[in-house]
């Protein structure tokens, strides 16, 4: 495998796109937004305006975009399945080629794009990833892959070149996207109860610093926590390469799922309310605007 594609190349996609460059690989990608394309190609990359112009001579295409109905149209172009030539990937992608879902979407959507592309002759591989930026732009990103033993080894190279750690959850396409709703659903619940820990500290007057030493060597720490703490107190709440609107809609995934097969989730469900807030409240934000609900409501923030 020599050329790889990378559709969606925001703070995660230029992550991919940068270390498939760094790993030897052409790869050729499409965003919406031109500033991303202009510092795609200044990586080195091949800029493309269209999905379909990915796909010309792309062995490969990950596809990291927001959600289901994105992801439909990159395969597919606008007009969606069947196959047609409105800019989709399947419109130029050779057969044996391989599409990589590494946006989180629901496991009903992966689900109906595998039946949708039974007939192509394409292999379909359903792994979305964690780690966030910095794991993106690190190459240490965590893969939730599903999918058959040759689809994964087909693409192993360039999924190996974009992360650190990659667990086969499951042969059957869906069973990425579902570990990963289990894990957005407790990932989201500690953001949520460190977010409201930072407002009670910063009520009863406890130093951030202090706050962030505790809880980073006691049994509640751990990379969201520490990360979560270490950003209120320095009051950053934009541009972390978390923007509150994925969260929010990684949690709706989750919540659905969980109707779905009849399971409550307490937590979960009340981490949906605080993000629903800080995204209503503060909707340019990131995930750590969530904070600034319980600031505030009680009149403070806090500080090192």
């Known amino acids: 495998m020599k050329t790889v594609g990378v559709v969606g190349i925001g703070d995660m996609g230029s992550g991919l796109a940068k270390n498939l460059i760094k790993a030897g690989f052409t790869v050729r990608g499409h965003d919406l937004k031109p500033d991303r394309m202009a510092d795609f190609a200044n990586m080195g990359g091949i800029a493309c305006a269209s999905s379909a112009e990915v796909a010309q001579g792309a062995e490969a295409v990950f596809i990291m975009v927001m959600n289901g109905g994105?992801?439909?149209?990159?395969?597919?172009?606008?007009?969606?399945?069947?196959?047609?030539?409105?800019?989709?990937?399947?419109?130029?992608?050779?057969?044996?080629?391989?599409?990589?879902?590494?946006?989180?979407?629901?496991?009903?959507?992966?689900?109906?794009?595998?039946?949708?592309?039974?007939?192509?002759?394409?292999?379909?591989?359903?792994?979305?990833?964690?780690g966030g930026r910095p794991g993106a732009h690190g190459g240490t990103l965590t893969m939730m892959a599903a999918g058959s033993d040759e689809a994964l080894a087909y693409a192993s190279p360039a999924m190996e070149a974009v992360s650190g750690t990659i667990h086969r959850v499951g042969e059957q396409i869906g069973m990425g996207q579902t570990v990963k709703a289990c894990l957005q659903s407790l990932i989201g619940s500690i953001f949520g109860g460190a977010f409201e820990a930072t407002a009670l500290a910063a009520k009863a007057g406890v130093p951030g610093q202090v706050l962030h030493d505790v809880f980073s060597t006691s049994a509640a720490g751990c990379g969201i926590t520490n990360a979560a703490i270490s950003t209120v107190m320095d009051r950053k709440f934009e541009d972390t390469g978390s923007h509150i609107n994925t969260m929010h809609k990684d949690l709706t995934i989750s919540l659905d799922m969980a109707m779905e097969l009849g399971v409550p989730l307490f937590t979960a469900s009340t981490a949906m309310q605080l993000f629903q807030a800080g995204r209503t409240r503060h909707p340019d934000g990131d995930n750590q605007v969530v904070a600034r609900i319980s600031e505030e409501i009680v009149g403070v923030g806090l500080k090192k």
């Open 70 to 130: 994105e992801v439909n149209d990159v395969v597919f172009g606008r007009d969606g399945p069947p196959a047609n030539s409105n800019g989709g990937l399947i419109s130029t992608l050779d057969k044996g080629s391989a599409i990589i879902i590494s946006a989180t979407i629901k496991p009903s959507e992966i689900r109906q794009l595998d039946s949708d592309l039974s007939d192509s002759g394409l292999l379909l591989i359903d792994t979305p990833v964690s």
